[in-house]
C-alpha cells in the first residue's frame, strides 16, 4: 500500500542541493513536502514556502512561521511562488499567521503567490487581507517657484533698472531705502 510521506522541513540535507532548488531545477519536491527559508531584510523577514502545504506540513510549519514572525520588527513578506498546493489547512494557517500579526502590530503581505495560491485567495475574497497598506500620504511642500520680474518699460531686457543692484557676482540685490 502507498502511503504519502508528509514532512514540513528542509529537502536535502547539508551541502547537497535541495529537490526543485536552483542547484537542481529537474527534480521536483516530493508529494506532501513543504520547505521554508528564512531571510532578514530590515525589520521584515522575507519567508520562501514550497512545495504542498497541506494538514500535515502547515502543522509542521506554523511553530516556525511564528518563530519568524517574533523575530521580526515589522512582520512577514511572503514569497509562495513555489507552493504547487495549498489545501484549506493550509490556508487556515496563512490566515492565523496574518491575524497573529495584526494582534502584534505587524502585516504579512504576499509578494509572489503561485497560480494556484492567486487563484484560491481571489476566489475566497482573501486577497485583500495579505497585500500591502497603503502608505501614508506624503505631503510635500515646495517652495513657490521665483517668478523673474518683467521689465519696467522703457528698458532693454539686458539692462537692469536703477533701481537695483549687482552685488559684483552678477546676482540682484533689493534696493536700498
Known amino acids: 500500500m502507498y502511503h504519502r510521506i508528509h514532512?514540513?522541513?528542509?529537502?536535502?540535507?547539508?551541502?547537497l542541493p535541495c529537490p526543485g532548488s536552483r542547484e537542481n531545477p529537474d527534480r521536483p519536491l516530493p508529494a506532501?513536502?513543504?520547505?521554508?527559508?528564512?531571510?532578514?531584510?530590515?525589520?521584515?523577514i522575507r519567508v520562501q514556502v514550497r512545495g504542498e502545504l497541506d494538514l500535515d506540513s502547515a502543522d509542521r510549519l506554523r511553530p516556525g512561521l511564528y518563530t519568524a514572525l517574533a523575530a521580526s520588527e515589522h512582520g512577514l513578506d511572503l514569497d509562495l511562488g513555489?507552493?504547487?498546493?495549498c489545501d484549506c489547512a493550509g490556508l487556515g494557517v496563512l490566515m492565523e499567521l496574518r491575524q497573529r500579526a495584526d494582534s502584534q502590530g505587524k502585516t504579512v503581505v504576499i509578494r509572489v503567490a503561485s497560480r494556484m495560491v492567486d487563484r484560491l485567495l481571489g476566489l475566497l475574497g482573501a486577497k485583500e487581507l495579505f497585500t500591502p497598506p497603503d502608505p501614508p500620504?506624503?505631503?510635500?511642500?515646495h517652495p513657490a517657484p521665483?517668478?523673474?520680474s518683467s521689465p519696467k518699460a522703457g528698458t532693454s531686457p539686458g539692462t537692469m533698472s536703477s533701481r537695483t543692484r549687482t552685488d559684483g557676482t552678477g546676482c540682484r540685490q533689493a534696493p536700498r531705502c
Request: glycine share 20%; hydrophobic share 30%; charged share 15%.
Open 137 to 141: 500620504p506624503i505631503e510635500l511642500r
Open 32 to 44: 506532501g513536502l513543504a520547505t521554508t527559508s528564512c531571510t532578514p531584510r530590515g525589520g521584515r
Open 82 to 85: 513555489g507552493l504547487e498546493f
Open 7 to 15: 514532512q514540513a522541513q528542509l529537502a536535502g540535507g547539508p551541502g
Open 146 to 148: 521665483a517668478t523673474p
